[in-house]
C-alpha cells in the first residue's frame, strides 16, 4: 500500500479492527517483524497492549514505550542478542496524549524507516481517536484498574479530549479519581483565534453530581454554538452561564447547583475573558511565580432563578502558564492538618515550571495523591494547565 492507501484502509476497516490493518500494513510496506498498540489508561499513569502480538520481552518492550509516552518523543530499543530492534513511536492527535505504537524491524532499516513510521503514527493516532466513539475494544483496553463507576463512565464519554495543542498554545486536563470521579469536569472547543475552556464541579457525588454536570455542559455548549454563522468569536461567556444556570434552576429548582469557571483564550492576542461562578480556582504562573487571579465571585449556576454574570477581562504575557483547579485540589483535607493547598500546591505547580502540561497535571496528581497517602481522593479533582505564547509569523 502506499502512503495513500493506508489512509484510506484506516477510514473504510472495521473500527475495531484498526490495529490488525495497521500491522499488516507495517508488514507488508515497512518489513515489520511485529508491532504493538499501547494504549494509555484513564489515568495516564499506565499503558495496555492491545492486540495479539508481544514478541520479546514484556517488560523490556513497556519501559521503552513508557519512556515514548512520557517524553513524546521516539524511543529505540536496540534489542542487543535479538536481532531486532524496536521504534517506539508516541502516539498523539491534536496534542492529546493516546498512547505508544511500537515497531519491531531489523536493525538496518531502522534509520530509513524512522521519519516514515513517525508520519504513520500521526496519522493512526488521529483514526484511533475517531474510533474510539464507534467501537468499545479500546475502551475496555485501557480499563486497566476494573470498572468505571456509571458516574465516571458519564464523565470521560462527556470529554472533547485530554488535550488540545498547536502553535502557541498548550492544553492538558486530568479528572481524578480516575475510576469512579462524579461531578468534576472540563469541556473545551477551538473557534477561530478562540480557546473556551469550562470547569465545573457539580453538587454531591456519584451519579446525581455527574447527572447534574451533563446538563451543564450541554447547556452551555448548545450556547457556544448558537453563534451565528461565520462568526468566529465566541459568545459572550456570562451569556453562556445564565443559559446553564436556568437549564439547572429549571430542573432542580434550586436544590442543585454547580460551582463553574469559563474562560476564553484569543490565542492570537493573549486576551482573556472570564466568569467566576463557583469554587474552581484560576491560578497563574508568571516568571517562576505563583500567584491565584483574584477575580469577583459570583453565584454557582442554578442556585437562584434569573441570575445574571458578568464577564471579566484579562491580559496574558507570553510564556505565562495557567492552572484551574477545582475544590478536590486546593481544598483537599486531612484530620487536623492544612489543606493540600496551603501546603503543597504552589509548590508543586513551580516544581512543573520546565514541564509540558500533560506532564505538569501528571506532577500536581501524584503529590495530591501522596498527600492522601496513596489511598484514594476523598473528593473528585480536577487540575486543568494550560500554557500561552504568541503564534510565530508564518
Request: negative net charge.
Amino acid at each position: 500500500m502506499s502512503p495513500v492507501g493506508i489512509d484510506k484502509a484506516l477510514r473504510t476497516t472495521p473500527p475495531d479492527r484498526l490495529v490488525e490493518t495497521l500491522d499488516a500494513y507495517l508488514s507488508a510496506t515497512h518489513g515489520a517483524k511485529s508491532s504493538t498498540v499501547w494504549l494509555a489508561d484513564y489515568r495516564t499513569t499506565t499503558l495496555a497492549p492491545t492486540g495479539v502480538d508481544l514478541p520479546g520481552t514484556v517488560d523490556e518492550q513497556l519501559a521503552s514505550a513508557t519512556r515514548a509516552f512520557a517524553s513524546q518523543t521516539t524511543v529505540l530499543e536496540s534489542g542487543e542478542g535479538q536481532g531486532l530492534a524496536r521504534l517506539h513511536l508516541p502516539l498523539s492527535a491534536w496534542g492529546e496524549r493516546v498512547g505508544v505504537l511500537s515497531v519491531g524491524l531489523d536493525p538496518d532499516r531502522v534509520s530509513a524507516e524512522r521519519p516514515r513510521l513517525q508520519d504513520l503514527a500521526e496519522s493512526f493516532a488521529v483514526a484511533l481517536q475517531a474510533a474510539y466513539k464507534r467501537t468499545d475494544r479500546y475502551h475496555m483496553a485501557r480499563r486497566r484498574r476494573g470498572r468505571l463507576t456509571m458516574a465516571a463512565e458519564m464523565q470521560w464519554d462527556l470529554l472533547p479530549a485530554r488535550g488540545y495543542e498547536q502553535p502557541g498554545v498548550r492544553l492538558a486536563g486530568q479528572l481524578e479519581p480516575a475510576y469512579a470521579v462524579g461531578g468534576d469536569h472540563f469541556d473545551w472547543s477551538v473557534n477561530g483565534d478562540w480557546l473556551t475552556v469550562t470547569a465545573l464541579n457539580g453538587m454531591g457525588t456519584g451519579l446525581e453530581a455527574a447527572l447534574l454536570t451533563t446538563l451543564a455542559v450541554n447547556a452551555m455548549r448548545n450556547a457556544r454554538r448558537s453563534i451565528p454563522a461565520g462568526q468566529t468569536t465566541p459568545g459572550n461567556l456570562a451569556d453562556q452561564a445564565v443559559l446553564a444556570a436556568d437549564a439547572i434552576f429549571s430542573q432542580y429548582g434550586g436544590a442543585r447547583h454547580l460551582a463553574t469557571l469559563l474562560l476564553s483564550l484569543n490565542m492570537a492576542t493573549g486576551e482573556l475573558r472570564m466568569v467566576d461562578a463557583g469554587s474552581p480556582r484560576l491560578i497563574l504562573v508568571r516568571s517562576g511565580q505563583v500567584q491565584e487571579m483574584a477575580l469577583d465571585p459570583q453565584l454557582p449556576l442554578g442556585m437562584f432563578g434569573d441570575t445574571r454574570y458578568v464577564e471579566e477581562t484579562g491580559q496574558l504575557q507570553p510564556g505565562d502558564r495557567l492552572f484551574i483547579v477545582s475544590d478536590g485540589v486546593h481544598a483537599a483535607a486531612r484530620p487536623n492538618e492544612a489543606t493540600y493547598g496551603e501546603r503543597e500546591l504552589s509548590r508543586a505547580i513551580r516544581s512543573t515550571r520546565l514541564q509540558p502540561p500533560a506532564e505538569a497535571i501528571s506532577s500536581v496528581m501524584r503529590s495530591l495523591r501522596d498527600f492522601h497517602a496513596g489511598a484514594e481522593l476523598i473528593d473528585d479533582a480536577l487540575i486543568i494547565c494550560l500554557d500561552w505564547a504568541p503564534r510565530a509569523d508564518p
